[in-house]
């Protein structure tokens, strides 16, 4: 079955540093998602990404993330300069389309760790 | 953002009986809705999903219903397998937009 692909599975960096957490979502998906889970909280939608750009993205999104499909196969989410409270389970999804026809797949995460 | 609201942090349910997962929800625009489960380590995986339009679906040993006046959704796990213990999370969509706005999720666990 397809999955999405998710590296690393755990990155630890230092507060103030820059990370980038990679995706490779299914290769004939078209819409992309970066979604976060704080520990112990909900869920939490950040961005989705269609036709090389961001479609929607939520409050949590601001000047310090940003995204990017740099080769056609590859979605990253970069976080400029790195908070406490950035420490997360980041999660990237894709989708066929976005009807209610199709689904959301969901890789395993990254679980982001800044000290 | 209390939007999706999963009021059971955990249930406990015996092999072979019926779980049962609830979720309420307060935006009246949502028009698509959808349970994940989730081990842990790994990414919600999907379950099942019911447009705005119906009030039930049906897979397999899952039933998820909606009732719409009151805003509410269950998920129907029968028989319960001792496998279906994972954290399970209702999530809404509105109409147009790509976001899933996520509930707290539920931790089932299967007793033997």
């Known amino acids: 079955e397809p999955e999405v692909t998710q590296t690393p599975s755990h990155q630890v960096t230092q507060m103030g540093q820059e990370v980038i957490l990679r995706c490779v979502p299914i290769?004939?998906?078209?819409?992309f998602y970066w979604y976060r889970q704080i520990l112990g909280q909900k869920v939490e939608f950040l961005v989705s990404?269609?036709?090389?750009?961001?479609?929607?993205k939520s409050e949590i999104f601001d000047d310090q993330f940003s995204v990017e499909r740099p080769d056609g196969s590859n979605f990253t989410l970069k976080i400029r300069s790195t908070k406490l409270e950035d420490s997360a389970m980041y999660f990237c999804?894709?989708?066929?389309?976005?009807?209610?026809?199709?689904?959301?797949?969901f890789g395993s995460g990254t679980r982001l760790t800044v000290v | 953002d209390q939007q999706v609201k999963q009021n059971s942090p955990s249930l406990s349910v015996q092999e072979g009986r019926i779980s049962i997962l609830n979720c309420d929800y307060t935006?009246?625009?949502?028009?698509?809705f959808l349970w994940y489960k989730k081990y842990p380590a790994e990414g919600p995986t999907f379950l099942i999903s019911?447009?705005?339009?119906?009030d039930k679906n049906e897979d397999g040993r899952f039933t998820v219903f909606l009732n719409k006046s009151a805003k509410h959704l269950s998920l129907h796990i029968v028989p319960s397998q001792p496998g279906d213990s994972a954290v399970y999370f209702c999530?809404?969509?509105?109409?147009?937009?790509?976001?899933?706005?996520f509930g707290q999720g539920t931790r089932l666990t299967i007793n033997p």
């Open positions: 999530a809404a969509r509105q109409g147009g937009a790509q976001k899933l706005v």
């Open positions: 935006n009246s625009m949502f028009d698509y």
């Open positions: 290769s004939n998906h078209l819409y």
């Open positions: 990404f269609y036709n090389n750009e961001i479609s929607e």
């Open positions: 999804a894709s989708s066929e389309g976005r009807s209610e026809h199709y689904g959301y797949t």
């Open positions: 019911i447009s705005s339009i119906k």
